[in-house]
């Protein structure tokens, strides 16, 4: 299995608008963070886009994504689906819609902001065939597990997906531990994980909670992700456990 790591800043990105780039250096390329989205690819070439970021014209084209095939969202803040409409170009060469599944929270709020992107319109072909996570069986060529994280005032999807092999976790956007994560996130061969910042924060993991997650699950292997300007590529790898690994802009993992 192969990650792409195609974002992993912030809502704002690093540096935020007007040229904010915190106590990050900006010299050092790796401080550069557009929005989370992830690729996860299959021994035999399939892909699983999971959230559609702002930022993902910019992030395929980066990476040489010419395809996927299917895509998982973890929930509708915009920093995390906004860029959906960047879908568009992948339906083009397709016979049928791209399988595509959410929490039922999350594809109710999608369907009624991206109309058109789940029933056409005006001619135009449905480009996402939405489907609820009640559904989700196999997905690509892998089995997919998942579980609702809190996030605030509501929940964020974490999935693992497994080619019966290896398996890659996906967490980001939680704010505390529950028992269900702990379960889904058992053992995983690589997670990616949300690590906003140092300090504690209402609705995102900070680093120690972040590093708690990882020891309970008994997992040796994390790439943090969703990191703001507080975050300095350099200081913080220096600062992170053996087996932990800051994320970045175009990182590219084999499991």
């Not at 990050?24 to 892909?47: A, K, L, Y």
């Not at 989700?136 to 019966?164: I, K, W």
Request: charge should be negative; aromatic fraction near 6%; include cysteine.
């Amino acid at each position: 299995m192969k990650l792409i790591m195609l974002g992993s800043g912030t809502s704002t990105g690093v540096p935020r608008v007007g040229g904010d780039w915190g106590l990050c250096d900006p010299f050092n390329p790796r401080n550069r963070r557009s929005r989370v989205s992830i690729i996860v690819e299959s021994d035999s070439g399939q892909r699983v886009l999971v959230d559609t970021s702002p930022d993902l014209r910019h992030q395929l084209l980066a990476n040489q994504i010419d395809r996927i095939d299917a895509v998982l969202w973890t929930h509708d803040h915009a920093d995390h689906c906004h860029g959906i409409d960047d879908l568009r170009v992948m339906r083009f060469d397709r016979s049928n819609p791209l399988p595509g599944y959410a929490s039922a929270e999350c594809a109710k709020r999608l369907r009624k902001r991206f109309d058109y992107v789940f029933a056409g319109q005006y001619g135009y072909p449905t480009i996402v065939d939405l489907k609820t996570l009640d559904e989700l069986r196999l997905l690509a060529g892998f089995s997919v597990r998942h579980c609702e994280m809190p996030h605030g005032g509501m929940t964020s999807t974490g999935y693992v997906l497994d080619d019966g092999q290896k398996t890659i976790g996906y967490a980001t956007d939680f704010g505390e531990i529950t028992e269900e994560m702990l379960a889904v996130f058992a053992n995983v061969d690589l997670l990616v994980c949300d690590c906003l910042r140092r300090k504690p924060h209402p609705t995102h993991a900070h680093l120690d909670l972040s590093l708690e997650l990882a020891k309970r699950c008994k997992i040796d292997r994390v790439v943090l992700t969703h990191l703001d300007k507080s975050m300095d590529y350099a200081d913080l790898s220096a600062q992170v456990p053996d087996g932990v690994q800051v994320g970045y802009d175009g990182l590219r993992l084999e499991v």
